[in-house]
Antibody, heavy 116, light 112 residues
Framework: EVQLVESGGGWVQPGGSLRLSCVAS????????MSWIRQAPGKGLEWVAN????????YYVDSVKGRFTISRDNAKNSLYLQMNSLRAEDTAVYYC?????????WGQGTMVTVSS | DVVMTQSPLSLPVTPGQPASISCRSS???????????LSWFQQRPGQSPRRLFY???TRDSGVPDRFSGSGSGTDFTLKVSRVEAEDVGLYYC?????????FGQGTKVEIK
């Protein structure tokens, strides 16, 4: 079955860190750009970061630059998002998605709550 | 960043009737390669988003043909010829022509 499964979300205090993971199956992970997209409670969708097939190119939305790091392990069919210095405004469901800007496949999402 | 503006933001519809959502971009979405990278996504209640169309009008696999995508330049439209109960949810347009990718605010489709 073709799917993306995220994990690693949870509750964290402001200034804390979390590492999200996304495991892909059913397609050739190493051949695809991958992205993280988030959705704050009751809000719309926001692209967060993406990474090229080899990991040689990475891009971030301005609001997370210097705090978040996207990475991948093609041998493990896995995508990661290391989130540091978390802020209340980072509270959202985080989705991993296949593609650079087309997103033809999405995971079920993992909730990140930043609150004291 | 390119601003994507959807209208209406709320769309009550009667089953069996048509529905239309507009999406306007603050800049032309025609890429230098000649393609227009405009996609539509559906998000049913409690579910992840699902892509319906890419490059304006190319329908994704499994999308009913009562849905259609059209438009060019800065003006785009998602149409449903006959709304069904399963079409309830949020609909988003998204541009991938300019960096960074940006989404519209979303249009909530609900049954009257």
């Amino acid at each position: 079955e073709v799917q993306l499964v995220e994990s690693g979300g949870g509750w964290v205090q402001p200034g804390g860190s979390l590492r999200l993971s996304c495991v892909a199956s059913g397609f050739t992970f190493s051949s695809n750009w991958m992205s993280w997209i988030r959705q704050a409670p009751g809000k719309g969708l926001e692209w967060v970061a993406n990474i090229k097939q080899s990991g040689s190119e990475k891009y971030y939305v301005d609001s997370v630059k210097g705090r978040f790091t996207i990475s991948r392990d093609n041998a493990k069919n896995s995508l990661y998002l290391q989130m540091n210095s978390l802020r209340a405004e980072d509270t959202a469901v985080y989705y991993c998605a296949r593609g650079k800007s087309g997103y033809d496949m999405w995971g079920q999402g993992t909730m990140v709550t930043v609150s004291s | 960043d390119v601003v994507m503006t959807q209208s209406p933001l709320s769309l009550p519809v009667t089953p069996g009737q048509p529905a239309s959502i507009s999406c306007r971009s603050s800049q032309s979405l025609v890429h230098s390669d000649g393609n227009t990278y405009l996609s539509w996504f559906q998000q049913r209640p409690g579910q992840s988003p699902r892509r319906l169309f890419y490059r304006v009008s190319t329908r994704d696999s499994g999308v009913p043909d009562r849905f259609s995508g059209s438009g060019s330049g800065t003006d785009f439209t998602l149409k449903v010829s006959r709304v069904e109960a399963e079409d309830v949810g949020l609909y988003y347009c998204m541009q991938g022509t300019h960096w960074p990718p940006t989404f519209g605010q979303g249009t909530k489709v609900e049954i009257k």
